[in-house]
């Protein structure tokens, strides 16, 4: 039999959001669900979802906008391919690992692909101060090969 505890108030997640998300886990492992600010927990959970996907779609902006400037940016290409080289380890790395811990996401990469490369472009051309007709229109591989680890163009 489940102990009656306090429901929790939607007002402690407005003022004391911590001590909301510990009490919204006690109620979860003592099972006390009628007692749960659901409204505030859904809108976590949701929340998390896209955090996630933001956090993946910035990285691929990074990745492509670093494999550019690695490709066209010939000028900086001796000081700062190392450090790009790494930087594009580093970000392919962070999305495998978003990737092993979420498969779901995959689509999600193949969708906003395109619009990743116009970003990661334009941050490109914005940073090189080269002139974005420097930068193909289309992206310079697909996905899979974007994400190889031992791809560099």
Partial sequence: ???????????????DYHLW???TRQKLETRDF??????????????????????????????VEHLLKL???DREKSRNQGHWQ????????QIQDYLNESP????YLNEIYPSCYRDGRQ?????????????PEDPITDLDTLLN???LP
């Fill in 71 to 73: 490709k066209y940016w």
């Fill in 123 to 135: 941050l490109a051309a914005n940073i090189s101060q080269l002139p974005l007709n420097t930068f």
């Fill in 34 to 63: 009628n007692a749960l600010d659901l409204e505030n927990l859904i809108e976590e959970i949701t929340d998390l979802a896209r955090r996630d996907k933001r956090a993946i779609k910035n990285l691929l902006k990074q990745l």
């Fill in 104 to 107: 779901s996401l995959k689509p």
């Fill in 86 to 93: 790494r930087e594009i380890l580093n970000f392919r790395q």
């Fill in 21 to 23: 998300l510990l009490q």
């Fill in 149 to 151: 680890p031992d791809w």
């Fill in 1 to 15: 039999m489940l102990a009656h505890s306090t429901p929790i108030s939607p007002n402690l997640y407005d003022n």
